[in-house]
């Protein structure tokens, strides 16, 4: 595929991702830092329908043939706990993922221009350091390992099986707690105080007893 | 229900239909949605400018040119336009912070909240190059492929991101 082509299909592909992170408010920084002080489950549930959904098209891509063959990234045991782990320090101060941080930019959230910018800085950093971090951290990879591979099955089968459970996880959470409970006044996930939370501050604000 | 003005889809919806954007990346590029790569792209791309040396970098080197790095960086850009078609027809466009920072720093000043911004943009960035990947390359698209990379990195996000939004203030 040409780079012109290319672009094109990415920028048609990308307006459709930033219209559905916009519509499912999981790009709000109320919702990301919300999910990870686990008072607010809209984070969750995206993702967990995107990977279902994404489960069904893959397994249904592979028995038609129109998806010969999947792309999964080798497996670094350091590497993926320690970024992995650094990634998420960064989620909860930035209140955004690398993709959402655009979709805060086109919102018209001024932090997230910042927080574009230390992106930048932090990926070019990490480019400059890779030599050095190489030896330590991103050799020995034991391979493009894949559940399917590791348990010798085809990839359909238990990508449907998988796909199946994450409904019945995200039908039990609406059962537990319906969505638009976590939605906010603003669509933005703040969420009015709990009602321990506010006893909390009234004790707080109470003149103390001798 | 799920009009193009109405502020929130049901994220059940909503998150089907992203994952729903594998069928293009594979049939077209023969690779899954990833975000985070378009930094170094990018980045890199701006420092050659100053410093030709970078293109040796075997690292920075593979991620300046051809349609697969060209192609994220066009889909990062589409979701900054995507939001903003999406915000400005349902009338939830932004301006200041999140009132969540308010909460979750005690502090409504916007120069913490910008200096923890870059902060947290670097730290987020150089841990999902260091991972290879991000909450779309290993999350979305790994899990989906059931890679054993993208479960260990998940769950690893999940427990960086967890343990530091313990040490903010509770946001509700």
Redesign the interface.
Known sequence: ???I??????????????????????????VI????????F?ML??????????????AL?QLTG??P?????????G??????????????????????????????????I???????????????F??T??PI?LTGSPG?????G?LGLP?WP??LG?AAVLVGT?YAM?RWRP??ME?GE?????????KR?ERKAEAAAAPARG | MFGFK????????????????????????????G??S???T???S??ELVDPG?RA????GK?LD???N??????????????????TV?G??????????A??LGTRN?VA??A???????????????????????????????????????????????????L?K???
């Open positions: 595929m040409s780079i082509a290319a672009i094109g299909l990415g920028l048609v592909m990308g307006i459709a991702f930033g219209f559905l992170l916009e519509k499912s408010r999981v790009f709000e920084p109320g830092v919300g999910q990870m002080q686990m008072r607010n809209i549930r995206i993702f967990l329908a995107a990977v279902a959904s994404g489960l069904v098209v893959l891509g129109l998806i063959k999947l792309d999964p990234k080798a497996t670094l045991y590497a993926q706990l320690l970024g992995g782990f650094l990634a998420g320090v960064g989620i909860t101060l930035a209140g955004a993922c690398p993709g959402t941080i655009l979709a805060q930019v086109g919102v018209g959230y001024r932090d997230a910042v927080t574009l910018v230390g992106g930048l800085f932090g990926a070019l950093t990490f480019a400059y890779e030599p971090l190489r951290l493009k390992l894949t559940l399917h590791l990839f238990l990508a998988f995200l609406e969505w638009r939605l603003n669509a933005d996930g703040v969420l009015p105080p709990t939370a | 109405e502020k929130a889809w049901s994220p059940y919806l909503a998150g089907a239909l992203i994952g729903l954007l594998q069928v293009p990346a594979f049939i077209f590029l023969g690779t899954a949605l975000a985070s378009s930094y170094v990018v980045s890199a701006l420092a970078i970098l075997s690292y920075a991620y051809g349609a697969k060209w192609w994220q960086v066009a889909l990062v850009a589409g979701i900054a336009i995507g939001a903003f078609l999406s915000a349902s939830t466009r932004r301006s200041a912070p999140s009132p969540v920072w909460r979750a916007t909240r910008f923890l911004a870059f902060l947290g943009g670097f730290i987020l960035l150089f841990g999902a190059r260091l991972a290879d990947g991000c909450t779309s390359g290993h999350g979305i698209s790994g899990i989906a492929q059931l890679a054993v990379s993208g479960f260990i990195a998940v769950a690893a996000m999940f427990a960086g991101g967890i343990a530091t939004a313990m903010l509770p946001v509700r």
